[in-house]
């Protein structure tokens, strides 16, 4: 435990499993909590895979002997985390897990709702056991809405919230291309296990907030439902913005596509420039943010017309942001992965994982008295802690509450 | 959906001017701390109706001046005000050599990796649109910040967000499957999923599970066996293939019954929604979703519905 982390000291019962959930409780690992990652020795977390799904997901394209321990999805999602075997179907391992569960602070769980209460680790049953529990149930759709008891996937929080539809343009809606609202309802349920765990140090109550992924992307596009319900809603344009003239990805000459946002005259005068010594003259007019927006097709159509002919995009980023343009060449994972800014900033940590070898992984974004958030230990094998965790546990049985 | 006011005992300067640093003075806002506005003069990608979404709730600092709990800022600063807590937001980060670089969404999302993921019909990769992923910066900024809070640690503190390392972090694992097996492909980790046009609207289709369920949806018993689909990893090599059935089967039916379809058959599907169809729904607003924002209009609430605020011990 890194005692120099705020939550150095807070253990988590973590029932969440696939991504958002995790994504959760990747979140309060990095800050310093002990996160016992319940599984199921038969059923665990369908991330780990069997051994029969994508290999490339694996190292070396290779399931290996211990398929369940070698996943990159798994493997990413779940640093600086425990793994305790328990079946909560089984009475003796139910009477252990609560036993665990007394040790915690909070509880964190993704199932669709009332599946948490009806296995016996609801807030109404917990608190029995810890009156200051903080439980955190992200549930696909509101537990009083019409569809409370369907499952959900990324793809249909999407959908949904509006993000798909604001995501393309007239000629259709575009999916986000991976499930952004996994992450986003993981991230919406770790700041609610914050903001109950400081109340709690207020009041030395417990709580039990719902974290509906159906809704938790909505706020992040706030402003165009202001928009919206004020009757001022533009056109949808693809990769355009407002307050952009140019703005959007554009194919370069050797293939591969540039990023760029103007939102002041000043970075346009600077595009212009190099526009013109490219010899794609701008046109009169465009030097005002109003000329440009007023003539936005012909602007677009020059830019691409420039940039279509650049054969090397990273030279010309670094001559645009020389006077702070905002441009970037669109980046997959080799690119991510040798990027030097990540690279040389310390956002990747080498972690020996027992099974899959040693391997960079991918960090937080946070920074806490200038040290990194950086995690401790690599994901954990299916039930490495189980050993060490349920033989710390008080010996007596409980005697209030016990599951029905 | 509801607020909180389990933050009321906090005061915060919300000092920054760009969405992610407001973002997080609008996240304490919807938790009940006090926030005052530091006027700062807001950043060339912050609208009207965005500054007017973001800054509803918060006061206008003026009078006395207040010794705030937390400070929030943009790098390179410097702080309005001495606080226990500062909350910083860089565009890359502290150090690094693109830490003085320019930043705004569609760069961000490029050069972070997302972009990449998505695609529209001409190929074009896709960031998306508005705010977001500043917004989730804003988002780790605000957990971060209350993890210190309810920590009580004594001293000063610094918490700090790098709007960069905020895209990298939210994608599935592209670097971990390059380091481990030297691959580049990003279509394994996008689904396979597929927006869908009825004769009304679209849905979107989740097709990553069971193939004889999604067969019996397609009513195309023939394909149970098809060698291009059973298996999940083939199903990736033929994905336009397989985009074909879905449109094929989409063509003739409403999004009411694609939906009902997609129901009977145990296949997620979902309606795509316009924001003016989100507005409309009347279970939001009867839970109380939306908020008045400053100069009328309406926004969505933080997503967390309060279940219970529990026992006093």
Known sequence: MNEDLPLAGIRVFDLTHVWSGPMGTRILAALGAEVLKIENPDRPDILRGNGNDLRLRYPDLDYGDDPRNRNAWFNTQNVGKKSVRLDLKSPEDIEKARRLAATCDVVMSNYRAGVLSRMGFGYEQLRDLRPDIVVVEMTAFPSTSPQARAAGFGAQFDAASGNTWLSGDESGPVLTGFAIGDPVGGMFAAAAVMTGLERRRRTGRGCHVEIPQSEAMMPLFGEQYVLESRGTAGQLRMNGDPTGAPHGIYPTANGQWLALGVHDDGQWAAVAAVMDSAGVTPQPGWETAAGRAGDLERVEAAVSTWLSGITDPDALVAALQADRVPSARVAGPADLFADEQLRDSGFFTELDHPSAGRHPYPGLPLRIDGARTVPDRPAPLLGQHTGEVLGALPHERLTTGEAS | ?313
């Open chain 2, 1 to 313: 959906m509801s607020r909180t006011t389990w933050l009321s005992h906090v005061t915060v300067l919300d000092a920054g001017t760009s969405a992610a640093a407001r973002y997080c003075g609008w996240l304490f806002v919807q938790n009940g701390a006090r926030v005052l506005d530091h006027g700062g003069r807001p950043g060339n990608q912050l609208t009207e109706a965005t500054l007017d979404f973001l800054d509803t709730g918060k006061e206008r600092a003026a009078g006395p001046p207040v010794t705030p709990d937390i400070v929030l800022l943009d790098a390179p600063g410097p702080a309005p005000s001495a606080a226990r807590l500062t909350g910083v937001i860089d565009a890359y980060g502290p150090e690094g050599p693109r830490a003085d670089w320019a930043a705004d969404e569609v760069t961000l999302a490029a050069m972070g990796g997302a972009a990449a993921y998505t695609v529209g019909r001409d190929g074009t990769p896709v960031y998306g649109f508005g705010l977001r992923y500043q917004y989730l910066a804003g988002l780790y900024l605000f957990t971060a910040l209350v993890a210190e809070l309810s920590a009580s640690r004594p001293g000063s503190h610094e918490v700090r967000v790098s709007l960069l390392e905020t895209v990298a972090s939210v994608l599935p694992y592209p670097t971990t499957q390059y380091a481990y097996n030297g691959s580049d492909s990003l279509l394994e980790q996008s689904g396979p999923r597929f927006v869908v046009a009825c004769t009304d609207g679209w849905v979107v289709v989740y097709a990553g599970l069971a193939w004889t369920a999604i067969t019996r949806m397609l009513e195309r018993p023939d394909l149970d066996e098809d060698r291009r689909f059973v298996e999940l990893g083939d199903r990736f090599g033929h994905v336009a293939e397989l985009g074909l059935l879905f449109d094929a089967w989409g063509a003739g039916r409403t999004v009411a019954q694609a939906l009902a379809d997609g129901a009977a058959h145990d296949v997620a599907t979902a309606a795509v929604r316009s924001p003016e169809q989100v507005l409309a729904d009347p279970d939001l607003s009867a839970r109380g979703v939306w908020h008045e924002v400053r100069g009328g209009g309406h926004a969505p609430t933080i997503p967390n519905l309060l279940v219970t605020e529990g026992v006093s011990t």
